[in-house]
C-alpha cells in the first residue's frame, strides 16, 4: 500500500514539473471504411482471390487525452470503440465448370488505443490548427457480416445468403494502424473547447485467418487469406 501511495505521488510530482498542459475530452466520429485484400492464389487446378468491394460507413466514440511540455507539442492518446466496417468479394475458379463468389459485408468492432503526436498553433483569435501523427493498436471485440454466395457447378447455380453472421473466429484478434490527421480546435471558455478533424486510419496488420476448405475434389486446402482494414474518420469532440 506505502507502494502504491508513494507512486501515485510520485506520479502527481512528475506530472506537474513536466506534462505542463493536460486537457481530457470526448469525441465521437462517423467513418468510412473499406478493406484492402492482399490475396491470390492458385491451389491445384482452382484460382483463389479476394477483391475490395466498396466503402462501408461505420462510427466511433470514446475518450481522448493530451498533454505535453508546451501547448505547441503535446502527446495525444484515449481508448475509443470504432466500427471498422467494409465489403469484401470471395471468388474461386475452377476446372469443370466450378465457381463460386461470396459477397461479405463486415461489421467488425474495435477497442483501440492512439498514440500521436499533436503539434499545435498558437491561438488566432478563438481558433488554434493542429496535425498530428502516430499508432494505434487496436483489439477486435465482435465480427458480424452480412454474406450473399453464388456458386456454379456444371452449369448449375446454388445461391444463399445469411444475415449478420458471427465472423469473429474469421478475424485476428490484433491490429494496429498508422494515423494521419489535422484539424481545428475553437476556444469556448477558460480549458473548454470544441474540436474538428479528420483523420486516416491506415491498417498494416492482416485481420483474415487463413482457411481450412475441402475443395470440389474432396482435398483439404489453407487458403492464405490477407487483407487489412482502412478508414477516414470526421472527428467531433469536446476538451475539458
Not at 4 to 13: D, E, G, P, Q
Not at 69 to 79: D, H, M, R, S, V
Not at 96 to 108: D, I
Not at 149 to 164: C, H, K, M, Q, V
Request: glycine share 10%; aromatic share 16%; net charge negative.
Amino acid at each position: 500500500m506505502k507502494k502504491l501511495v508513494t507512486a501515485c505521488v510520485l506520479f502527481l510530482i512528475l506530472q506537474n514539473s513536466y506534462a505542463q498542459y493536460f486537457h481530457f475530452g470526448l469525441m465521437a466520429a462517423p467513418t468510412f471504411g473499406w478493406y484492402k485484400p492482399d490475396y491470390n492464389e492458385t491451389l491445384g487446378t482452382t484460382n483463389y482471390s479476394i477483391q475490395s468491394n466498396g466503402l462501408k460507413v461505420g462510427f466511433a466514440y470514446g475518450l481522448m487525452a493530451e498533454f505535453g511540455f508546451t501547448e505547441n507539442y503535446l502527446i495525444a492518446t484515449g481508448i475509443d470503440v470504432a466500427y471498422r466496417n467494409g465489403s469484401l468479394k470471395y471468388v474461386a475458379q475452377g476446372d469443370s465448370g466450378f465457381s463460386s463468389m461470396m459477397n461479405r459485408s463486415y461489421t467488425t468492432e474495435y477497442v483501440e488505443v492512439p498514440f500521436t503526436i499533436k503539434l499545435m498553433t498558437n491561438e488566432f483569435g478563438l481558433l488554434k490548427y493542429y496535425a498530428q501523427f502516430g499508432v494505434s493498436l487496436d483489439l477486435n471485440i465482435r465480427a458480424h457480416a452480412d454474406i450473399d454466395s453464388t456458386e456454379t457447378y456444371r452449369g448449375i447455380n446454388y445461391r444463399g445468403s445469411l444475415s449478420n453472421y458471427n465472423v469473429f473466429g474469421d478475424i485476428n484478434p490484433l491490429c494496429m494502424s498508422m494515423i494521419i490527421g489535422a484539424g481545428v480546435e475553437y476556444s469556448l471558455q477558460g480549458h473548454t473547447a470544441l474540436t474538428f478533424g479528420i483523420s486516416f486510419h491506415n491498417g498494416f496488420i492482416d485481420i483474415l485467418k487463413d482457411k481450412d476448405i475441402i475443395d470440389q475434389h474432396g482435398n483439404a486446402q489453407t487458403l492464405s487469406y490477407s487483407a487489412i482494414t482502412n478508414y477516414i474518420a470526421l472527428n467531433f469532440g469536446i476538451f475539458f
